[in-house]
């Protein structure tokens, strides 16, 4: 017997038995729906790390100020002004560090018009934007004459622009900020949350000058809250944060018996980690959904030895007109894989449905990829195989005379 004629033979098989071979594909149906849904979940929460890494900007350092004690207390990173403008120029003059930018930072109070609005304040060199991968969308950057005059202009986020403008263009005019006049000369690109989940774009950018003097007050003249440094590369973080470090204990003058006061991060390293724990969620998530196909093709398993049952006498009457072993096993074999490759056909299609239905939902994405639904498919067909030889086998090794006699 030729392989089609035992494909046809499979196929006539399933479809006398539909009840029967529905019942089989349904476990292997909810198995493959879940491994697509499960790694669309995955995948858009790794998409999230992703994007907010992307946005927070590469090879990234955030230099903090060191601690205060007072009364056998110590504050943290950052009570102390042990930084200044002085220093971030320095280390945006290291061979291994890329640019630099200071800032100093404070929550104000914000108006135009009868609209007000809270929010962080950030005094800024022209370099931040550069430092944070942050593009203006309309307007300009600011400048190094703005930061000499202590000019009061301002750089606006999206939040700023929505709760304060509405749909009124802001580029030219002047808000208030705690009731002093700046006028708004670029508005920032949309930037979204930060990995903290933050609102990046609740924020606004002045000259750090104009910070200093004329918002927060400064009583430590030339320093600031922190510096954030960006290496050239990847490869060049390690000798940059060295090189970083050696800078600042020699202009602080520290001896080699002091501990340092202040604190080199590598921002990017903490990227890394989370977007390291968002893939093994993918996986993990992943991993428990395939149990469900295991599950599948054990009930496939099952189903196809109580068919073994019920046909032993058909197998009888087919291997004494002439039906080989391999012919007997061909069928009962194919007979579990067009039911686990059907079954996984119609749980992709509901996976994909699924994903679609989470992310328009809960508002959040949901990434089907080809390879994910690649994957779920052959896990299944493979499964078929794999729970089906067992039951194909059996049909095959039965004794002609012995099916024959069987009731």
Known sequence: MNFSAVTGEAWRSMGVNRLRAALAMLGMVIGVAAVVLMLAIGQGTQAIVNDSIASMGSNLFIILSGSTTSGGLRAGMGSAPTLTLEDARAIGKLPSVKTSAPVYSGTAQLGYGPNNWSTVVNGVTPEYLEVRNWAVESGRNLDEGDVRSAARVALIGKTVVFNLFADEPPLGKTMRIKNSPFTIVGVLEAKGQSMDGRDQDDSVLVPVTTAQSKLFGNPFPGTVRFIMAQAPSKEMMTEAEGDIGQ?????????????????????????????????????????????????????????????????????????????????????????????????????????????????????????????????????????????????????????PVEALRHE
């Open 247 to 399: 800078l600042l204990r020699i202009r602080h003058r520290l001896r080699n018996d002091m501990e340092n006061d202040f604190t080199v991060r590598n921002l990017t390293a903490t990227a890394q980690a989370a977007a390291s724990s968002a893939q093994a969620l993918s996986f993990m998530l992943g991993a428990i959904a395939s149990i469900s196909l295991i599950v599948g093709g054990i009930g496939i398993m099952n189903i196809m030895l109580v068919s073994v049952t019920e046909r032993t006498r058909e197998i009888g009457i087919r291997m004494s007109i002439g039906a080989k072993r391999r012919d007997i096993l061909q069928q009962f074999l194919l007979e579990a894989v067009f039911i686990c490759t059907l079954g996984g056909l119609i749980g992709a299609m509901l996976g994909v449905a699924g994903a679609w239905a989470v992310s328009a939902l809960a508002e959040m994405p949901a990434v089907v990829t080809g390879s994910s639904i690649l994957v779920a498919f052959l896990f299944a067909a493979g499964t078929g195989i794999f729970f089906g030889w067992y039951p194909a086998r059996k049909a095959a090794y039965l004794k």
